[in-house]
Nanobody, 122 residues
Framework: QVQLVESGGRLVQAGGSLSISCTAS????????LGWFRQSPGKEREFVAG????????HYGDSVKGRFTISRNDGLNTVYLLMDTLEPDDTATYYC???????????????WGQGTQVTVSS
């Protein structure tokens, strides 16, 4: 059983930066595609960023391109999301997820974390 645990969410001012992380236990981390999603009250869950296994191909949602960077450290079983130039609309609960296809994007994300709250004040 794979467990994903996010950390690092907090209150930050607009224009600031924040890095959140997600550490996995169990399973074969290097084989998984990893992603970050977010959801705020009243809104649908939104894909933020993904990174493949192997070649580390990345893919980003349109709303965060150029501001957010996803990376992974397979030795630490951890995926990161560096968020720059944060905006109040980035306020959400951020979830990490893993897919068994090993891709940066997938229609099926098998494992999910519990989420970490990021709040951006104006």
């Amino acid at each position: 059983q794979v467990q994903l645990v996010e950390s690092g969410g907090r209150l930050v001012q607009a224009g600031g930066s924040l890095s959140i992380s997600c550490t996995a236990s169990g399973g074969t981390f290097t084989a998984y595609g990893l992603g970050w999603f977010r959801q705020s009250p009243g809104k649908e869950r939104e894909f933020v960023a993904g990174i493949s296994g192997g070649a580390y191909v990345t893919h980003y949602g349109d709303s965060v391109k150029g501001r957010f960077t996803i990376s992974r450290n397979d030795g630490l079983n951890t995926v990161y999301l560096l968020m720059d130039t944060l905006e109040p609309d980035d306020t959400a609960t951020y979830y990490c997820a893993a897919n068994l296809a090993g891709a940066a994007t997938s229609r099926s994300w098998t494992y999910w974390g519990q989420g970490t709250q990021v709040t951006v004040s104006s």
